[in-house]
C-alpha cells in the first residue's frame, strides 16, 4: 500500500526567512511521481513543484525546492524569501500508475 | 484559457437524499479526476477518466457513488443515497493525458449532509 505522511500539521515562518515542510511516503513501485501542491485560503490547488523518483538532481522551481531523500524516502519542500502570498496547506502527494495519494497537509502561516 | 467549472460550488442534503456534481475541464484536456476532500484530510481520488473512460475507479465506493464522462468532455459524479460522511468538498481537476501528470483543479464543490 502506498502511502503519504505529513508530521507537521502546522508551520510558521516570518516574511522573507527559509522554512521546510516534510513528507515521507512509502511504495514499493520502482517508478513514481512526487509532488508539492498548494492551497490557498478559499482558491484553487495549483502545483508548486514536481519530482520524477528516477532523477537523481532535486527539483527546483523559483523560491521553491525539494529534497528528495529516495533511500529514506523524504521530500521535503524549501520555500526561501517567504512571500504573504505563500501562506496555504501544502500537500505532498505521490503518484504511482494511475493512482494519487496525498498527504493530509501542512498549513502554513506567514507572519509579516 | 478557461480554468476548471465545477457546479455547484455548496450544497446541503439530508442524508439519504441524490446529489450530482458537474464538472468543465479545460478545453482539450483529456484526463479528468474526481476527488473527495473530507475535512482536515489530504484529496483522495474516486475516478480518473481518459477521454470517455475509466481509467481508474479502485477508490470509488460504487454502491453509492457513480461518475460517467459520456461525450469525453464534461463529467458528472452522482451520491445516491448520500451518508453523514460523504460530507467533503469534491474537487475536479484535468490534465492533458495520464501520462503528463500535470493537474489543474477546478475550486471545488463543498458537500453537507445533514
Known amino acids: 500500500a502506498q502511502t503519504v505522511t505529513q508530521s507537521q500539521p502546522e508551520m510558521s515562518v516570518q516574511e522573507a526567512e527559509t522554512v521546510t515542510l516534510s513528507c515521507t511516503y512509502d511504495?514499493?513501485?520502482?517508478?513514481?511521481?512526487l509532488f508539492w501542491y498548494k492551497q490557498p485560503p478559499s482558491r484553487q490547488m495549483i502545483l508548486v513543484i514536481r519530482?520524477?523518483?528516477?532523477?537523481?538532481q532535486n527539483a527546483t522551481e523559483n523560491r521553491f525546492s525539494v529534497n528528495f531523500q529516495k533511500a529514506a524516502k523524504s521530500f521535503s519542500l524549501k520555500i526561501s524569501d517567504s512571500q504573504l502570498g505563500d501562506a496555504a496547506m501544502y500537500f505532498c502527494a505521490l503518484n504511482t500508475g494511475n493512482q494519487f495519494y496525498f498527504g493530509t497537509g501542512t498549513s502554513l502561516t506567514v507572519i509579516p | 484559457e478557461a480554468g476548471v467549472a465545477q457546479s455547484p460550488r455548496y450544497k446541503i442534503i439530508e442524508k439519504r437524499q441524490s446529489v450530482a456534481f458537474w464538472c468543465n475541464p479545460i478545453?482539450?484536456?483529456?484526463?479528468l479526476y474526481w476527488y473527495q476532500q473530507i475535512l482536515g484530510q489530504g484529496p483522495k481520488l474516486l475516478i480518473q477518466f481518459q477521454n470517455n473512460g475509466v481509467v481508474d475507479d479502485s477508490q470509488l465506493p460504487k454502491d453509492r457513488f457513480s461518475a460517467e464522462r459520456l461525450k469525453g468532455v464534461d463529467s458528472t459524479l452522482k451520491i445516491q443515497p448520500a451518508k453523514l460522511e460523504d460530507s467533503a468538498v469534491y474537487l475536479c481537476a484535468s490534465g492533458t493525458s495520464p501520462g503528463q501528470l500535470e493537474q489543474y483543479f477546478g475550486p471545488g464543490t463543498r458537500l453537507t449532509v445533514t
Open positions: 511504495t514499493s513501485e520502482s517508478d513514481y511521481y
Open positions: 478545453s482539450g484536456h483529456a484526463t
Open positions: 519530482q520524477e523518483a528516477y532523477k537523481q
